[in-house]
């Protein structure tokens, strides 16, 4: 996952920086080593390469690969932007209000009986943020690699890690619990920073009595709910420094600054239990103390147009339609007869300031909606969003709070409160076939803190940062399985023409309890005449969202599972947990493995897996990075380690991504160049492909020894942006970085490496990302009118006009330019056309693709003229009912970034254009140039009732 556009206000001092080890010196595949070059075909031409070749392509009848293999493009993420993740379609930040649990994982090193150090160079002070007893009293598993009889694994060669090469599976040890305070004579329990007790050490963990003894390197999960929070948990360095000292900070502002936020019970004891119309009200609300005089709490979700950078990450509401908001609430004491306004604030020259609403809030649980329309978008109004006024002393409980787009008062009657938002809806599904199936869509429900039982509910947990800005936060931008499947299940009517869900998940930070779980939430059927709450909860828990008992695994033809997400970077990031030594990149393939394998072994324990066939459901994804290979007996690479351990796995996922990537350090290319755009295009020949002939080979190499898996893409698509905070404040590496991505010449290498990794053993190709804003982003931001850019429009080319088997095609001639120098002296010649067939037998079509490659420019010295190339396809056919082009075509530099440039062209041609010699020449009668196919374009041909 890409580290995607982050907001431009003053944000909290980060922790100090964990000294990650190099990712070059970690990644095993010699294209990734040290100082790997960039792109740039930067080597010697070759003689005897002659870009102005005629091109000819033989279409064969011959199944590349068949259509099963061969879904259409997928997408990741939600269409989001910063604050927005329209996915969820909820304006209201943590809206559920459900307190925090602190979930990680750890390895135990310098092990001493019960007790232990963190194996990071943060301690347990994790870099004097925390302080002592931040985490006495979690709830602590430990588990173990273990060899075939059972014991703990030996050293390896150099004495500082395992052998991991005896490693048979992963174990559950035991399950215990730090000490808690005041236990076994600890004041402040066995979380130890800087004061251990007397006969303790400082920067250790000390284990409940009933712990078994550890060994080195046990994976040690902790699991420590907060309800509330004590700041004397937080640092004495940091503590208060940007912050309230007493208090964390709060997802709401609160103003004047003695208000008081916290989470409590809906109801207190032996009140009346809260209305059964509340349906999924989790485990707390919140309580907002007030003061005297007016309170104000507010929100920072939008920003004007007129911001710049601000409005890359904020968004408004969308002009014309149509909003609710509603939330539960009830009060005490409140004065003006519990008076509760609703608006959006702080008032701003131009805001919304005409979209109020006054509630009379009582002692008794009550729902209290508001509908608006959205106004036109603000442009001078900064920070802003919704607010609640109201005048204290007294006490206010709020929950289940949305705002939220709608278009239907029908969808005001759905089971839960969840609305799709139509606009990304739509957006998703018309990039996909109108008919069959459709692609896969990656989405995450993946944070370390979020307990599985509220990712099954519509509100995942809240979480604490402690840091110098103490703060409750919401999780997964408020994304749980219910909202994603709801989301993908519109997507389509039937599970053969409805999105698959890739649902990416923690692994271990859920129980083997929570695995069960998942899968009876996911799949028990829920019949209401002989089921009950008692008997199936989870399945009735679906059930009063849905309000139907059909399995969420009937409704997809199947389901993926990913467990975590780059596990190979080991903790690169927060959510990132990975199976090595800490930061050791690349590294615990096999271990990652043995743990996945574990997993599943768990969730095949359940009754449902048998019952409800889910083998052929339900499968699972291990994901890797850029690099796979067996030479001899040794496997190579993250993902291939991992299923050669994991035998319950499907899939495995890597990248395809085209451009500089930040994961190899390569750097972005500074400015926009014709010598880097055609980097660009030919990225797939001169990097990808090399690559993935590596991996296609250890995937029928490891077929051979009975491990079977499909390849597929992750996240993929153009690269070559920036992440670090130094290059992203150089406006124009940027501008080039943008241009670069987004370009016609991008898209053109887009439909190489789709077609060319499914040519490489390849299925599911998800593209990254299906956001707006900048980056890694498909679109404009909504405000800018929600323009595609070109490679998500090349996306759209290829699932809408072509569908089946991917045919053999084979190149007679073609126009070529060298390739890169090896170490062995100039590269070999690469073709500078292409051309891919696919075939639908049931639709009596043939689609051919034709890419050229060539741009109007002299590169290196080579001159390609006007760019133009002569192509002739030879078709297995000599006549069709009809023909019809749909293209994409424009200059190669060209982009939609500032307006709608290029889009997609159809027309219709005379079925005569297709010689009584199955030949077609593209010309002006068959929607190219005179000179043949015009630089940087992207042409299909659909034949129809071939004969």
């Known amino acids: 996952m890409k580290m995607l556009q982050t907001p431009c206000h003053p944000a909290p001092a980060p922790a100090p920086a964990p000294r990650f080890r190099s990712l070059r010196c970690r990644i095993n595949n010699a294209a990734l080593a040290c100082g790997a070059t960039l792109l740039v075909l930067a080597a010697q031409l070759r003689a005897g390469a002659d870009v102005n070749t ?42 559920g209000n459900e307190p925090p649990v602190w979930r990680n994982m750890h390895r135990a090193v310098n092990v001493e009986g019960k007790s232990f150090e963190i194996d990071c160079p943060g301690k347990t002070s994790w870099y004097q943020l925390w302080n002592d007893g931040f985490l006495s009293g979690a709830r602590v598993r430990i588990y173990r690699i273990v060899d075939k009889d059972g014991k703990p694994l030996p050293p390896n060669a150099t004495g500082k890690y395992l052998d991991v090469a005896k490693g048979d599976r992963a174990i559950l040890v035991a399950t215990t619990h730090v000490i808690r305070p005041g236990e076994e004579g600890m004041p402040k329990g066995g979380w130890v920073v800087e004061n251990p007790p007397a006969g303790m050490k400082p920067n250790r963990v000390y284990l409940a009595p009933d712990a078994p003894d550890l060994a080195n390197f046990d ?27 007493d208090r964390p900070a709060w997802y709401w502002a609160g103003t004047p600054d003695d208000i008081r936020f916290s989470f409590a019970p809906h109801a207190a004891p032996g009140a009346a239990a809260i209305p059964a119309a509340m349906g999924d009200a989790g485990e707390a609300a919140m309580q907002v103390d007030a003061v005297a005089g007016e309170n104000v709490i507010s929100q920072v979700r939008f920003c004007g147009t007129g911001f710049g950078k601000e409005a890359l990450w904020y968004q408004q509401l969308e002009p014309g339609k149509k909003y609710r908001l509603q939330a539960w609430m009830r009060q005490e004491g409140l004065v003006n007869n519990g008076e509760v306004r609703f608006g959006f604030g702080p008032k701003v020259e131009e805001g919304y300031d ?192 849905r309000g139907t008992g059909t399995p969420w695994t009937d409704e997809f033809r199947e389901i993926i599972v990913e467990f975590g997400n780059e596990t190979w970077h080991n903790s690169k990031m927060r959510d990132w947990i990975g199976f090595a030594q800490y930061g050791a990149i690349h590294q615990g393939g096999a271990e990652y493995g043995l743990f996945s394998q574990y997993l599943i072994n768990n969730i095949h324990q359940s009754p449902y897996w048998a019952s409800q066939k889910l083998a052929g459901k339900m499968h699972f994804c291990l994901g890797g990075n850029y690099s796979g290979e067996v030479n001899g007996d040794t496997i190579r690479g993250y993902a291939e380690l991992a299923i050669a351990r994991c035998p319950g796995a499907q899939y495995i996922g890597h990248a395809n991504y085209f451009g500089p990537k930040w994961e190899m350090n390569q750097k972005p290319l500074e400015s926009f160049t014709d010598e880097g755009l055609f980097s660009m295009i030919m990225n797939y020949y001169t990097e990808l492909k090399p690559r993935q002939d590596k991996m296609f080979d250890a995937q029928q190499k490891l077929a051979k020894r009975g491990i079977h898996y499909d ?234 009732e071939t004969r």
């Open 54 to 95: 005629p091109a000819e392509y033989v279409i064969t009848k011959e199944i590349a690969r068949p259509a099963e293999k061969m879904p259409p493009i997928g997408a990741n993420d939600f269409g989001s932007s910063g604050t927005a993740d329209f996915g969820v379609n909820n304006f209201i930040g943590n809206g």
């Open 219 to 245: 994976y040690i999960v902790l699991d420590k709910p907060f309800p509330t929070f004590d700041m004397e948990l937080v640092h004495p360095r940091v503590r208060g420094l940007q912050g309230p000292k």
């Open 354 to 545: 005409t979209l109020t609403s006054t509630f009379h809030v009582t002692g008794e649980w009550k729902l209290y909606t508001y509908d608006m329309v959205g106004p036109e978008r603000p442009v001078k109004a900064r920070h802003f969003g919704p607010q609640f006024t109201f005048t204290g002393p007294g006490k206010l409980w709020m929950d289940n709070i949305r705002l939220f787009r709608y278009d239907s008062d029908a969808e005001l009657s759905n089971p839960g409160p969840h609305v799709v938002n139509r606009t990304i809806l739509n957006e998703l599904v018309s990039t996909q076939p109108g008919q069959g199936p459709k692609g896969s869509h990656r989405v995450w429900v993946l944070d370390r803190d979020s307990t599985m039982a509220s990712l099954m509910s519509w509100y995942p947990s809240s979480s604490y940062s402690p840091n110098a800005r103490t703060t409750v936060n919401d999780t997964n931008k408020g994304r749980t399985l219910p909202i994603v499947l709801s989301f993908d299940l519109a997507t389509g009517t039937s599970p053969e023409t409805r999105m698959v869900p890739h649902i990416v998940i923690q692994h271990m930070t859920h129980d083997e309890q929570d695995w069960l779980h998942f899968v009876e939430y996911m799949a028990a059927p829920y019949d209401p005449a002989k089921d009950s709450p008692a008997t199936k909860p989870w399945a009735y828990k679906r059930y009063q969202q």
């Open 711 to 944: 390849i597929i893409a992750y996240e993929g698509g153009p690269s070559g942006y920036s992440i670090d905070r130094e290059s992203r404040n150089n406006t124009a590496l940027v501008e080039a970085a943008e241009n670069y991505g987004k370009s016609m010449g991008s898209a053109v290498c887009c439909i190489d490496t789709w077609f060319g990794s499914a040519m490489q053993g390849w299925t599911y190709q998800d593209f990254f990302s299906w956001m707006q804003g900048r980056y890694w982003s498909s679109h404009t931001m909504m405000f800018d009118g929600y323009r595609a850019h070109i490679p998500w429009l090349a996306m759209k080319l290829r699932n809408t006009y072509a569908s089946g088997n991917l045919m053999r095609v084979t190149e007679t001639s073609a126009p070529t330019i060298a390739g890169p120098a090896g170490r062995g002296g100039a590269g070999a010649a690469l073709p500078l056309t292409g051309a891919y067939a696919m075939h639908d037998p049931a639709l009596k079509r043939w689609s051919v693709f034709v890419v050229n490659r060539k741009i109007n420019a002299t590169i290196h010295g080579t001159d390609m003229g006007d760019g133009y190339a002569a192509v002739t396809l030879q078709l297995p056919f000599t006549a069709a009912e009809r023909i019809s082009l749909h293209k994409l075509s424009a200059d190669p530099r060209t982009t939609n970034r500032e307006s709608d440039k290029v889009k997609i062209e159809s027309k219709d041609l005379d079925a005569k254009a297709l010689g009584s010699d199955g030949k077609l020449i593209i010309n002006t009668a068959t929607g190219g140039g005179e000179k043949g196919l015009p630089p940087g374009s992207i042409y299909v041909y659909v034949f129809e």
